[in-house]
């Protein structure tokens, strides 16, 4: 959720390509190294990167790893990675590298309870869960709604089993969700300025006000997230941006607010060893400008216990759900909720979430119309099939833009086709040709 301030004006730029103002506020952050640090984000090339889910294929582009993050490679430019079938079937995540260092700060264990407050568009979100393999409950938020369906989007594209996606303010859960998780990430909204290199037309957006306006929003933001910890919890806060006003000093200024937290110091592969606040400069990483800070809240107390109660399903739909499961999916899932008229299977521990917008609950296994069961494609990413059959790239091209294609005489029923050994989606076997089942809104014209 690192969407910048809105202003009334566009910056004026400096002869250097700059906004006005905003070299002299580095100037004291960076001394001597400063014309570095400048002709890094002028002329350098600006970083992409990939996290590749466990089990799938890196791209073979893909070769030097990320240290610091899990699964993680750094990808060139020119890599053509997002518009292949494996990237739509949730074999990788495209992620800028020093955007992974919050999540691996914060890191969650199986098991744990864990919030995401500004989770948009799911990057850091789908990290956590990838620490996670599917134990214990996330939960990833996203205030604005057209955001929040492309975060609950991407956690279905991921195969992640045990995220709540919801979409509410801070200040409407906090009363809802008191001292409830164990770990909690805030990846504010900021001025954005680390993205300076990477899209060089932000920098019309950046006004000396910008900083200031944004670390009122932090503030707030961080107020409501330590509510929602429990105390012995941790809270990892990061920005892409640079300046102090919205890194140490929101940080300062909420542990002096809250006398009831502390830094905890942290290092990750690759990266130098901090007191609790981490920087990202350009010309030092490979990668682009983020800010990282790990916080601890004082004392131990246990978890609350969970009190949310959802819909069960019948004994019909479980009973025809067991039954598909069974004969097509390797891998132990039990319905045990009903959530927009399907079947789901949700997290043991949930927060209260009457009163809240939810988009996506757990695992969305399918629906029951009648006697029959219609799985969900959700099922079909994060879970491995009993029933496979194997697509070559060209026929997973085809098959994501809702062709239907030819299979063996002999199929019947539903399967999975695949593309080196993930799941595309579903298909409906009968007398040679296999019915597409991809969903009408993902489909590739």
């Given at each position: 959720?690192?969407?910048?301030?809105?202003?009334?004006?566009?910056?004026?730029?400096?002869?250097?390509?700059?906004?006005?103002?905003?070299?002299?506020?580095?100037?004291?952050?960076?001394?001597?190294?400063?014309?570095?640090?400048?002709?890094?984000?002028?002329?350098?090339?600006?970083?992409?990167?990939?996290?590749?889910?466990?089990?799938?294929?890196?791209?073979?582009?893909?070769?030097?790893?990320?240290?610091?993050?899990?699964?993680?490679?750094?990808?060139?430019?020119?890599?053509?990675?997002?518009?292949?079938?494996?990237?739509?079937?949730?074999?990788?995540?495209?992620?800028?590298?020093?955007?992974?260092?919050?999540?691996?700060?914060?890191?969650?264990?199986?098991?744990?309870?864990?919030?995401?407050?500004?989770?948009?568009?799911?990057?850091?979100?789908?990290?956590?869960?990838?620490?996670?393999?599917?134990?214990?409950?996330?939960?990833?938020?996203?205030?604005?709604?057209?955001?929040?369906?492309?975060?609950?989007?991407?956690?279905?594209?991921?195969?992640?089993?045990?995220?709540?996606?919801?979409?509410?303010?801070?200040?409407e859960l906090s009363p809802r969700?008191?001292?409830?998780?164990?770990?909690?990430?805030?990846?504010?909204?900021?001025?954005?300025?680390?993205?300076?290199?990477?899209?060089?037309?932000?920098?019309?957006?950046?006004?000396?006000?910008?900083?200031?306006?944004?670390?009122?929003?932090?503030?707030?933001?961080?107020?409501?997230?330590?509510?929602?910890?429990?105390?012995?919890?941790?809270?990892?806060?990061?920005?892409?941006?640079?300046?102090?006003?919205?890194?140490?000093?929101?940080?300062?200024?909420?542990?002096?607010?809250?006398?009831?937290?502390?830094?905890?110091?942290?290092?990750?592969?690759?990266?130098?060893?901090?007191?609790?606040?981490?920087r990202v400069w350009p010309h030092?990483?490979?990668?682009?400008?983020?800010?990282?800070?790990?916080?601890?809240?004082?004392?131990?107390?246990?978890?609350?216990?969970?009190?949310?109660?959802?819909?069960?399903?019948?004994?019909?739909?479980?009973?025809?759900?067991?039954?598909?499961?069974?004969?097509?999916?390797?891998?132990?899932?039990?319905?045990?909720?009903?959530?927009?008229?399907?079947?789901?299977?949700?997290?043991?521990?949930?927060?209260?979430?009457?009163?809240?917008?939810?988009?996506?609950?757990?695992?969305?296994?399918?629906?029951?119309?009648?006697?029959?069961?219609?799985?969900?494609?959700?099922?079909?990413?994060?879970?491995?099939?009993?029933?496979?059959?194997?697509?070559?790239?060209?026929?997973?091209?085809?098959?994501?833009?809702?062709?239907?294609?030819?299979?063996?005489?002999?199929?019947?029923?539903?399967?999975?086709?695949?593309?080196?050994?993930?799941?595309?989606?579903?298909?409906?076997?009968?007398?040679?040709?296999?019915?597409?089942?991809?969903?009408?809104?993902?489909?590739?014209?």
């Amino acid at each position: 959720m690192n969407t910048r301030m809105d202003e009334n004006k566009m910056s004026i730029l400096d002869e250097r390509g700059f906004p006005e103002g905003w070299i002299e506020q580095l100037r004291l952050l960076l001394g001597d190294t400063l014309p570095d640090f400048l002709r890094a984000v002028k002329a350098g090339a600006p970083l992409r990167g990939i996290r590749v889910r466990r089990g799938a294929t890196p791209p073979l582009e893909a070769r030097e790893r990320i240290p610091w993050g899990l699964d993680a490679f750094y990808l060139p430019l020119d890599s053509e990675a997002g518009a292949r079938p494996a990237h739509e079937a949730g074999a990788y995540y495209i992620q800028e590298p020093s955007a992974m260092t919050a999540a691996a700060a914060l890191h969650p264990l199986p098991g744990e309870r864990v919030l995401d407050l500004c989770a948009a568009p799911g990057g850091k979100s789908t990290q956590l869960a990838a620490m996670m393999a599917g134990k214990g409950t996330l939960v990833c938020n996203e205030p604005v709604p057209n955001r929040a369906q492309v975060l609950s989007r991407n956690l279905e594209r991921m195969g992640v089993k045990n995220a709540v996606a919801v979409c509410a303010l801070p200040e409407e859960l906090s009363p809802r969700w008191p001292e409830f998780f164990d770990k909690i990430l805030v990846d504010a909204p900021c001025s954005g300025e680390g993205m300076f290199r990477r899209h060089p037309e932000t920098r019309e957006e950046w006004t000396t006000a910008s900083p200031a306006g944004c670390a009122g929003r932090q503030a707030h933001i961080l107020h409501h997230a330590a509510m929602m910890l429990r105390p012995g919890g941790r809270l990892a806060y990061s920005t892409c941006t640079f300046n102090a006003t919205e890194n140490e000093g929101v940080i300062e200024a909420f542990l002096k607010e809250h006398p009831d937290f502390h830094l905890v110091p942290f290092s990750l592969p690759g990266l130098p060893g901090c007191d609790g606040m981490l920087r990202v400069w350009p010309h030092l990483v490979k990668g682009e400008g983020h800010f990282a800070a790990l916080l601890q809240k004082d004392g131990d107390a246990q978890k609350k216990q969970a009190v949310s109660s959802l819909p069960a399903p019948g004994k019909q739909e479980i009973s025809l759900t067991q039954a598909f499961l069974q004969e097509h999916i390797d891998e132990k899932v039990y319905p045990n909720a009903i959530f927009a008229g399907k079947v789901c299977a949700v997290p043991e521990e949930l927060p209260p979430l009457k009163g809240v917008r939810v988009l996506r609950l757990g695992l969305q296994l399918g629906e029951v119309k009648g006697k029959i069961f219609l799985p969900d494609h959700a099922l079909a990413l994060a879970c491995p099939s009993l029933r496979a059959v194997p697509f070559t790239e060209d026929q997973a091209r085809l098959y994501q833009a809702g062709q239907v294609l030819p299979v063996d005489e002999s199929l019947r029923g539903f399967y999975t086709p695949t593309l080196n050994g993930l799941n595309l989606g579903w298909g409906k076997a009968s007398e040679g040709q296999l019915k597409n089942h991809y969903p009408k809104g993902l489909r590739k014209v």
